[in-house]
């Protein structure tokens, strides 16, 4: 079961993080003057560079402050480091390089007992429920 809650949070973050790449790509766009745009190798890498850096800040911060995401949060679950305390910045690192070398492979554990996706289990992380604050 955690697993599916797992799944969909990562769901909803991705949805987020759709509408925060469009309005990042804008100014991006406008600057390039949109053209030659889909032409240039290098222009084409620069914008993905570019889109990969606003996916770090965004899952990075929410890691690092109170180790839930817009979707985590939804769904009542957190990132953690196995000792259950908030991730540090070198844990938040490790597990985003981990996500962008893993992909989609690291969503694999999910299938497997335990539930834990490959990223957290090589990161020293994982995913735990939380209660609401408001529930005894």
């Not at 222009?43 to 850096?53: E, G, I, K, V």
């Amino acid at each position: 079961m955690n697993g599916l809650k797992i799944f969909f949070a990562q769901i909803y973050d991705f949805i987020l993080l759709c509408a925060i790449w469009f309005g990042a790509a804008i100014p991006f766009v406008l600057w390039q003057g949109g053209g030659e745009f889909e032409t240039d190798p290098l222009l084409l890498l620069a914008f993905q560079l570019y889109l990969l850096a606003i996916t770090y800040l965004y899952l990075t911060y929410f890691w690092t402050q109170s180790g839930q995401t817009p979707g985590l949060r939804t769904w009542k679950l957190q990132l953690v480091r196995q000792d259950e305390y908030l991730m540090t910045r070198h844990n938040a690192n490790l597990r985003f390089l981990l996500s962008v070398l893993l992909f989609p492979v690291g969503w694999l554990g999910l299938l497997f007992p335990g539930q834990q996706l490959l990223q957290d289990r090589l990161a020293k992380t994982k995913i735990i429920a939380v209660q609401s604050e408001g529930s005894l």
